[in-house]
């Protein structure tokens, strides 16, 4: 074989290997870093009473606005890429819009769950409530937002305090209740900073690991992994786990991939 074959050879061969390496690491932005996958592909969806016709009109919109491509654009704009879940259906309304009553509807969210929902001043942002504001708007609805704990969002429903809940996990699903098809695809992953050299889920050995409290269950998931930490810090609300992360109060953290993509976008 001539030399400069033999040379150009090697030098695919290395480019080779640094391309598989790249594909072998996980996703990094903003000085964070996914390390690993924690649990198995899961979903947001909607829930509601079971029987309540709001179910079928705000399925329906969905369907049409994820075919208008709203929905992709709102995940775009948040998470910097496409997230959505859901197949759009156009006209999934045709034969409903004549039904359609006037009204205002109260829209449960977890404002602990930055960036799905979370307050602002005397207000509230984020991906759940855009989505929520425009299937109200394409509705014809006026819309009313109540805080609530998305753990309990089956005791807020059949109380009356709200009609529908953000941002429930599809895995949650209970019997009792209406959902939504899925509108976001997501798992827990695993969370470091580019700022340390932990870049797998072995290296969190005897460190320190930041959960939420409503997220214990998940890690809880995995007895051996928990049991090989130092420490398990908890914060309240997602927001927190980053600026612990960020600060170096923890050296990883667990969180929904959705909401990793936030904060690495």
């Given amino acids: 074989m001539p030399r400069f074959v033999r040379v150009l050879w090697l030098l695919l061969c290395f ?58 654009s709102l995940s775009n704009s948040w998470f910097g890429e496409n997230l959505t879940a859901l197949r759009g ?22 404002i602990t769950n930055m960036p799905m929902s979370y307050a602002v001043g005397d207000g509230y942002n984020g991906f759940d409530v855009e989505l929520a504001s425009y299937l109200c708007g394409y509705l014809g609805w006026s819309m009313a937002l109540y805080p609530i704990d998305i753990a309990d ?40 900073s580019t700022s340390t050299r932990i870049h797998r889920k072995s290296g969190l050995r005897k460190k320190t690991l930041g ?6 269950s998940v890690l809880q998931q995995d007895e ?23 600060n170096g109060e923890v050296d990883g953290i667990l969180v929904s991939s959705v909401v990793a993509a936030y904060y690495m976008n």
Wanted: net charge negative; with cysteine.
């Fill in 211 to 216: 959960v939420t409290v409503a997220d214990m």
């Fill in 15 to 72: 480019a080779l290997l640094l391309g598989l390496a790249a594909c072998s690491g996980g996703a990094s932005g903003n000085g964070y870093r996914v390390i690993d996958s924690f649990s198995a592909e899961g979903s947001y969806v909607i829930a509601f009473r079971e029987g309540d016709q709001i179910a079928e009109y705000v399925t329906a919109a969905l369907y049409e606005l994820a075919d208008s491509g709203v929905l992709r």
């Fill in 89 to 110: 259906q156009s006209g999934a309304m045709d034969e409903l819009w004549d039904t359609v009553p006037e009204r205002t509807v109260t829209v449960g969210i977890d």
């Fill in 224 to 246: 051996s992994f928990m049991n090989s930490l130092g420490a398990v810090v908890y914060q309240t609300d997602t927001d927190g786990l980053f600026q612990a992360l960020k």
């Fill in 153 to 192: 969002a089956d005791i807020e429903l059949n109380s009356g305090n709200i009609d529908m809940a953000m941002g429930v996990s599809g895995a949650n699903q209970t019997s009792g209740f209406d959902y939504s098809p899925a509108y976001l695809t997501s798992q827990y992953v695993l969370v470091t």
